[in-house]
C-alpha cells in the first residue's frame, strides 16, 4: 500500500486545515490509519488513529480537542482536520496504516505502510 498525505501547506496561527491521505495502487479499506508529525529536530510523534472501518479514534493527550481523524470508506480517504494552529503544530505530517492495530495504537512499529508527509508551517 502507497500512501500519499496531502493538504499541507502555510497557515496563520489560529488557522485551520484539513489534510487527506489517499492509497495508490491499492485501497485503505481493511486497515487503521493513523497520522504522526514531525518538527524539526524532534522525534516522529503520534497525532491520531482511527480504526477499520472507523468506529474506534484515539488521540494524543496534548492534542485533543484540537485535532480530528476521521475517513469517509467511499472515498477511500482518511483526514486530519487541524483548528485553532499555532506555530508549535509546524511539522511535517505521515499518514500511515496498519492491518493490525493494537489499543491504543500509538506506536510507530505497529505501523505497516507510510507514506510521504505533508509539511504544515504555521506563522506567528
Known amino acids: 500500500v502507497q500512501l500519499q498525505a496531502c493538504g499541507g501547506g502555510l497557515v496563520q496561527a489560529g488557522g485551520c486545515l484539513r489534510l487527506s491521505c489517499v492509497a495508490s495502487e491499492r485501497t485503505l479499506s481493511a486497515y487503521a490509519v493513523g497520522w504522526f508529525r514531525q518538527a524539526p529536530g524532534k522525534e516522529r510523534e503520534f497525532v491520531a488513529r482511527i480504526s477499520w472501518p472507523g468506529a474506534s479514534t484515539y488521540y494524543a493527550d496534548s492534542l485533543k480537542g484540537r485535532f480530528t481523524i476521521s475517513r469517509d470508506n467511499i472515498k477511500d480517504t482518511a483526514y486530519l482536520q487541524l483548528n485553532t494552529l499555532g506555530p508549535e503544530d509546524t511539522a511535517i505530517y505521515y499518514c500511515?496504516?496498519?492491518?493490525?492495530?493494537?489499543?491504543?495504537?500509538?506506536?510507530?512499529?505497529?505501523?505497516?505502510?507510510w507514506g510521504q508527509g505533508t509539511q504544515l508551517t504555521v506563522s506567528s
Open positions: 500511515a496504516a496498519a492491518r493490525r492495530l493494537g489499543r491504543p495504537g500509538r506506536e510507530r512499529s505497529e505501523y505497516d505502510y
